[in-house]
């Protein structure tokens, strides 16, 4: 951790601690990006959007236990990944999204449907992405 001075850096362990739903991950570090559903969810059907890209397409998609190479962001290819394969059944939908930029930064929303139930909106996390440096650059954020 490249903090100085000793201080500034536990208010900004503090503040991390605080800021609920806002993931901040230095440049070229994983970005996980949390979601649940139940663990007994089954015919499941996950897509997780940015939609300040504004786009018809997403960061990942996967139907039926198949992700949809098709209709991921060219943005995200080969860089999300879920860590467990099981996760069909354990109802952890959340994804990595690997070797972040800073153009990475923005809302990112969980959506799923499963159990014959509509598709429905489980969470929307907030990713920072932090230019390499000490804390001075990041004690501003989460008053
Ligand atoms: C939503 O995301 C936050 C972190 O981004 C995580 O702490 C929380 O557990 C998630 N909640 C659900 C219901 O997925
Ligand atoms: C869900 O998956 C993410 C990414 O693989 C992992 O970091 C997290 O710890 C998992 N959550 C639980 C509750 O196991
Ligand atoms: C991470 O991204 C940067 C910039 O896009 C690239 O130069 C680098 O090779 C990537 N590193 C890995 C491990 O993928
Ligand atoms: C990052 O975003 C800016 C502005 O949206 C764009 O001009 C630039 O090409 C993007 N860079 C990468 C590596 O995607």
Known sequence: FMCR???ICILYLFKSATCQKEVKVRQGENAILECYGP?????IMLRWTKPDLQTDNYVIYLKDGHFQKDLQNDLFKGRVELKDSKWMTN???SVILQNVTLNDSGTYECYAAYNNQPV?????TS???EEQGDCFLVVDVCF
């Open 91 to 93: 109802g952890n939908f």
């Open 39 to 43: 663990s007994d969810a089954t015919e």
């Open 120 to 124: 429905q909106i489980l969470n929307s």
């Open 127 to 129: 990713l920072k992405v």
């Open 5 to 7: 001075p000793f201080l």
